[in-house]
């Protein structure tokens, strides 16, 4: 069933325009869940972080960025992917409205213009696609985090062609332990983009935002993994 209110905004836009104008951010979020409340120093639901911006979407224009998290738009409070979503489907094309983030720990607000959702815009173009491990060399080279049970290595060239990617921002991870920490988080072939906020662009950068960690907190991480990029954070095992 729809909800009442939903149906009445659907009757409204199809008197206005003989069509339902759906608005939309062009961003991926996901939720505040308990181990990411405690390093973004937030409430458990509250707010959606933004995992992915769009190019020349209304979040791109807006300079939303990957970390930012949403706490209110138009006023109204977000209490997770949900939520958001709720509220931008009730918003007007083409009129800007004010979003609430948290961004580095400092609360801003930012004017966003919402543009009509393209005809083309499906989950199918958003979602991760299936990668292919990197072939294993005869000797693993990576660096070992032994006290969370993986391993990285530099994305090479090679390595990026052979996980599609176009960039090689970021550390490949080339094993994981399936008795360690990581493995409910981290597979092969995983891309690490951030380490305790330090942006990643080679293990050296890894290994300095490794040092930066709070250990009793957990590794906070960025991770691409096939299209699709996430924060996870992994603790140690007692």
Sequence with gaps: AVPGRMAWWVVQQLIEHDEVKRAFIGITIQPVTNDLAGHLNLR????????????????????LEPGDVVLSLDG???????????????????????????????????????????????MAS?????????????EDNGVAVD????????????????????????VVVSSVDSDGAAARVLSV??????????????VADFNKGLAEANSEKGLFL?????????????????
Excluded at 126 to 138: C, F, N, Q
Excluded at 147 to 170: C, H, M, N, W, Y
Excluded at 189 to 202: A, F, P, Q, Y
Aim: aromatic share 6%; net charge positive.
């Design 44 to 63: 458990v639901g509250e707010g959606a972080i933004v995992t992915q911006v769009f190019p020349k979407s209304p979040g791109s224009t807006a300079k």
């Design 189 to 202: 072939g995983d891309v690490i983009l951030k380490v305790s906020n330090r942006n990643v662009g080679s």
């Design 76 to 122: 109204k409070p977000v209490s997770g992917p949900r939520s958001l979503q709720g509220i931008v489907e009730r918003l007007e094309v083409d009129k800007t409205y004010s979003v609430e983030i948290l961004r580095e720990g400092e609360r801003q607000k930012l004017p966003i213009v919402l543009k009509q959702m393209p005809s083309d815009y499906t």
């Design 222 to 238: 960025f991770i691409k993994s096939g299209n699709a990029t996430r924060f996870a954070v992994i603790r140690k095992k007692n």
């Design 126 to 138: 958003i979602s991760g696609e299936e990668r292919e491990e990197p072939r294993k060399d005869a």
């Design 147 to 170: 006290d969370f049970g993986f391993k990285v290595r530099e994305l090479t060239p090679e390595i990026a062609e052979q996980l599609g990617l176009d960039s090689q921002e970021g």
